[in-house]
Structures are given as C-alpha cells and as structure tokens.
C-alpha cells in the first residue's frame, strides 16, 4: 500500500546532478499535479509527482550520448488540486500558460489522467494548432464515467469534442461505444496487439496529422511486468524499447509543445515503477532535444 508521508517533501526534478534553472534560462518547465478525484480501481495517483520528483534524484544525468538537463530544469510549485474538477483544470491551464509564455515547454506529472484536460485548453488558448498523441492501455473515450463527465476514462472525449486531432498508441482495453468512436470518427490508432504483432511501422502518425504535438503518457500503457504501480494495470503493454521506439517515431520530423505521465500509483518499499516512470519523463526530454536538433 502506498504511504503519503513517503512522498512528502519533494525535491526538484533530476536536482543531485542538474542544479535547477530559472524559469527564463529552463527549456523543461516541470509541473507536479497531484490530482486524484475519480480513479475507478487502485489509488494513489496523488502520491505520483512527489514519487517522480524523489526518484529522479537517483537518474543519471547522461543518457544516450548526452546530457539532456543541460538545457534547463525547472520544477514548479504543485498545482492546488483540491476543490471540483472544473476548479482544478483551471488551475493546471493557468500553469501551463505561465511556461507556454514563456516559450518554454511544460511537462505535467501526474496525478491521474484526467488532468491532461488542463494543458490541452492552454495551448488551444494559445491559437497553436497541435495534435495529441495518447501513449494508453484504455482509450478514454466514454462520455461519461460512474457519473463524471471529468473521469480519467473521459479525458480524452474530451479533448475530442475539442476538436484536436487524436492518435492513440498501445490501447488494450475499450468499451463498445468507445470503439464505435473510434471507427466512426477521424481518431486514428495502434492498438498494443498490432504492435506485439507487427512492430512499429516507419512512421506511425499520418502525413496530415499536425506537425505540433502534446503528447501524453499514461504509465499503464507500458507492461503491468515492468509497471506495476498503477490504478487499472492492463496485460499486454509496451515494453520499455517500444515505448521509447514508438516516442521517437512519432516525434520524428514534429515538435512536441509539451507532454505529461501520468496514473502512477507508487507503493512504498516498491522503487522501480517510481523510477521507470521518472526515467521516461527524462528519456521523453533527450528525444525532444534530439529532434528539435
């Protein structure tokens, strides 16, 4: 079971080798939201960004032929997440549009999934045109869920009654009226059994999908054998090369405006998901910093 008081008093992201910037000189701007209003099996999301923040102290700062924190971290205050949902994502976009105004790029910890809402209002405030691409073990497409229409099983009927254009990655678990969507609408998708079957193709995103990108990660889109810390595990997931090799597909040729992981549910005594996750949010850096080069 997850202890709170574990997670407390967390430090900024990746802060033993990389002392923290300041927000002007930081090109990651990263925003802890520990959300948790309507998880439907296992808790213990809001326990998630603090577990992030202390397990990154133990990353190595180079990785893969570099050190991506030198282009500046920078680690926010948590968002407020007490309060109605509607409160709270008012509160995750106004944070978002502080980095957005700054012309650097926001990556979200989580918190649970419903908190993507949040960002994906900034930057449509923002007049950018962008896409998402949903790194998921479920597509998240129900209207509405035991009663909410702000459920994390709802995020992203959200985001497509916004209008945005949708690519889900590693889905595995769907209801009916979900996958009616999906074939009913323009959401184009690699579901986790075409991926274990045929791999990746060379480029996974449509030629017409927009160049600008958010892309979301919900941890339960990785394999319960390497994640296991999560609220609604789903066998059949990614393993830890194909969700870096599908990251880098997608990025290629695109610029990602900002991201977030989201859905760890850290259990004490438990590290490794605590530190898979952290080691993707840097991971997700270094391939963001390589493409934009």
């Known amino acids: 079971m997850s202890d709170s008081s574990n997670y407390a008093n967390p430090p900024a992201f990746h802060s033993d080798d990389l002392p923290p910037s300041p927000p002007s000189e930081a090109t990651f701007h990263i925003i802890?939201?520990?959300?948790?209003?309507?998880?439907s099996y296992g808790?213990?999301?809001a326990n998630g960004?603090?577990?992030?923040?202390?397990?990154?102290?133990q990353l190595e700062a180079y990785i893969d032929g570099g050190i991506p924190g030198k282009a500046g971290l920078h680690t926010t205050p948590p968002v407020n997440c007490e309060g109605e949902?509607?409160?709270?994502?008012?509160?995750i976009r106004a944070a978002t549009t502080d980095v957005l105004k700054l012309g650097k790029t926001p990556i979200l910890?989580?918190?649970?999934?419903?908190?993507?809402?949040?960002?994906?209002?900034?930057?449509?405030?923002?007049?950018?045109?962008?896409?998402?691409?949903?790194?998921?073990?479920?597509a998240d497409?129900?209207?509405?869920?035991?009663?909410?229409?702000?459920?994390?099983?709802?995020?992203?009927?959200?985001i497509f009654d916004l209008e945005?254009?949708?690519?889900?990655?590693?889905?595995?678990?769907?209801?009916?009226?979900e996958a009616d969507l999906r074939n009913a609408s323009d959401i184009d998708f690699l579901d986790a059994d075409a991926i274990a079957r045929s791999g990746f193709p060379e480029n996974i995103l449509p030629a017409a999908f927009p160049e600008n990108l958010f892309?979301?990660?919900?941890?339960?889109?990785?394999?319960?054998?390497?994640?296991?810390?999560?609220?609604?595990?789903?066998?059949?997931?990614?393993?830890?090369?194909?969700?870096?090799?599908?990251?880098?597909n997608v990025m290629k040729g695109r610029n990602v405006i900002g991201a977030d992981i989201v859905e760890l549910a850290p259990v004490l005594r438990f590290h490794s998901s605590d530190f898979t996750a952290a080691k993707l949010v840097y991971k997700m850096m270094d391939l963001i910093l390589k493409n934009r080069r």
């Open 32 to 39: 802890p939201v520990p959300w948790e209003t309507s998880v």
């Open 43 to 45: 808790g213990g999301t």
């Open 49 to 57: 960004p603090n577990a992030i923040l202390h397990a990154s102290t």
């Open 85 to 91: 949902a509607p409160e709270v994502l008012a509160r």
């Open 109 to 138: 910890l989580g918190g649970e999934h419903a908190m993507t809402l949040g960002p994906i209002q900034a930057i449509k405030e923002s007049g950018v045109s962008f896409g998402v691409v949903q790194f998921d073990a479920h």
């Open 141 to 158: 497409l129900r209207d509405i869920y035991q009663g909410a229409l702000h459920s994390h099983a709802c995020v992203m009927k959200r």
């Open 164 to 177: 945005i254009p949708i690519f889900q990655i590693g889905v595995r678990a769907l209801s009916e009226p």
């Open 215 to 248: 892309i979301t990660f919900d941890v339960d889109g990785l394999d319960p054998s390497i994640m296991p810390s999560t609220g609604t595990p789903e066998p059949g997931g990614l393993s830890w090369y194909q969700a870096l090799d599908g990251l880098e």
